[in-house]
């Protein structure tokens, strides 16, 4: 099974900053990576898909990056709706697997 | 894109089972893969296998092998997963989710979620 880490569990940080979070996989996924976002008491809902393409409808300050066993969800400039927590998601090999997820939240 | 509606909460005892709808529409359901996914309390997600509506065919992950069984019901456009011998281990809050446009392996769009406590 592949593993995936997410750092940091949580990261602080004020609107208007820019987010860098990482997913960090025990072995090559290619580029076969997802981002998710999940707001308390909601579905996850897809911002990012095969590392670096933005789902439909999600706005231009997602942006995701990365190969093989290391990749970036970056935020450009935080809004107040977007804190939440991340996933990543491996489709690489079977079982498919989810990171344990970094828990953006307001500094 | 499409919409999922799940049925509601459910109680549990430990060792029965439980039995979750996942209602589609604005698609087409025949045509997309439905992914199960659940998510214990304060934890994150787990994959737990897929069906494809169209014919069926079932892939669960060996964590839940034996355990779980996913069907459809293309008539009324609706996806279903039961799992038997539930223990405490089992509560959580359990996604259907569609294979992603384009895609069989992420998910978008999710289901709202039904939280199932198992408790005696």
């Known amino acids: 099974e592949i593993v995936l880490t997410q750092s940091p569990v949580t990261l602080s940080l004020s609107p208007g900053e820019r987010a860098a979070l990482a997913c960090r996989a025990s072995q090559s996924v290619g580029n076969y990576l997802a981002w998710y976002q999940q707001k308390p008491g909601q579905a996850p809902r897809l911002l990012i898909y095969?590392?670096?393409n933005r789902a439909t409808g999600i706005p231009a300050r997602f942006s995701g990056s990365g190969s093989g066993t290391d990749f970036t969800l970056t935020i450009s400039s935080l809004e107040p709706e977007d804190f939440a927590v991340y996933y990543c998601?491996?489709?690489?090999?079977?079982?498919?697997?989810f990171g344990g997820g970094t828990k953006l939240e307001i500094k | 894109q499409g919409q999922l509606v799940q049925s509601g909460a459910e109680v549990k005892e430990p060792g029965v089972s439980v039995k979750v709808s996942c209602k589609a529409s604005?698609?087409?359901?025949?045509?997309?893969?439905m992914h199960w996914v659940r998510q214990a309390p304060g934890q994150g997600l787990e994959w737990m296998g897929r069906i494809n509506p169209f014919n069926g065919v079932t892939d669960y992950a060996e964590t839940f092998q034996g355990r779980v069984t996913m069907t459809r019901d293309s008539s009324i456009n609706t996806a279903f997963m039961e799992l038997r011998g539930l223990t405490s281990a089992d509560t959580a809050v359990y996604f259907c989710a569609r294979a992603a446009a384009g895609t069989d392996q992420y998910f978008d769009p999710w289901g709202q979620g039904t939280l199932v406590t198992v408790s005696s």
């Open positions: 998601q491996q489709r690489r090999k079977w079982p498919l697997s």
């Open positions: 095969d590392a670096s």
């Open positions: 604005g698609y087409s359901f025949t045509g997309h893969y």
